[in-house]
């Protein structure tokens, strides 16, 4: 079975400032990896996902993550943060050997001060 | 670009009643999701569609629900005898493949019964 935690349902950070949110996952076969974000009101969209090409994994709107086996994570960071990445973010893991369904995060809630 | 739809946004019903949520995946996609979110929870896999039967579902997916692709646009959900604990935002999602493949998801169906 899989899952996956996401330490930290709030986040607040400044415009400018690194955002990092965190994914660790529990599994027993090698994972497939995904972050989706969801802005009001709307459905979840891909930011990046991880299918065992690339370690660091670059995303839309300037996010990145990096799968590190021995953590069991794959954080999720962008450099500088903008208003409009206030949104909820959602970390999601499949199994190859298990079928498609995707096994979700609690999600972190992410707040943009000015 | 292609999206997928999902209709009513909002439904209020009794509970006992029978419910029915649509959704149109995108056109060329070929594995079809069901997935919901209780307010505050997180997000749970219901049911996977391929190949016009369930490919896997959850404990959630009791006999109250059914999946359906009654032609070749549309994939509903319904719910027989709808609970107070069912009660959630539901939403559709579609892929072209399997293992790793993305999931593109539709904007929800809330759905409140009292």
């Known amino acids: 079975a899989q899952s996956v935690t996401q330490l930290g349902s709030h986040v607040s950070v400044s415009e400018g400032a690194l955002v990092l949110l965190r994914c660790n996952y529990s599994s027993s076969v090698p994972p497939y990896l995904f972050w989706y974000v969801q802005y009001p009101n709307q459905g979840l969209q891909l930011l990046l996902k991880?299918?065992?090409?690339?370690?660091l994994v670059k995303g839309i709107n300037g996010f990145e993550a990096e799968f590190k086996k021995s953590e069991t994570s794959f954080h999720l960071t962008k450099p500088s943060a903008h208003m409009s990445d206030a949104a909820e973010y959602f970390c999601a893991v499949t199994l190859k050997a298990a079928g498609n369904k995707l096994t979700f995060g609690g999600g972190t809630r992410v707040l943009v001060k000015p | 670009e292609p999206e997928v739809t999902q209709t009513p946004s909002h439904q209020v019903t009794q509970m006992g009643q029978e419910v029915i949520l649509r959704c149109v995946p995108i056109?060329?996609?070929?594995?079809f999701y069901w997935y919901r979110q209780i307010l505050g929870q997180k997000v749970e896999f219901l049911v996977s569609f391929y190949n016009n039967e369930i490919s896997e579902k959850s404990e959630i997916f009791d006999d109250q629900f059914s999946v359906e692709r009654p032609d070749g646009s549309n994939f509903t959900l319904k719910i027989r005898s709808t609970k107070l604990e069912d009660s959630a935002m539901y939403f559709c999602a579609s892929g072209l493949g399997a293992g790793g493949q993305e999931q593109y998801f539709g904007p929800g169906t809330r759905l409140t019964v009292t």
């Open positions: 991880y299918t065992s090409a690339a370690t």
């Open positions: 056109s060329n996609h070929l594995y």
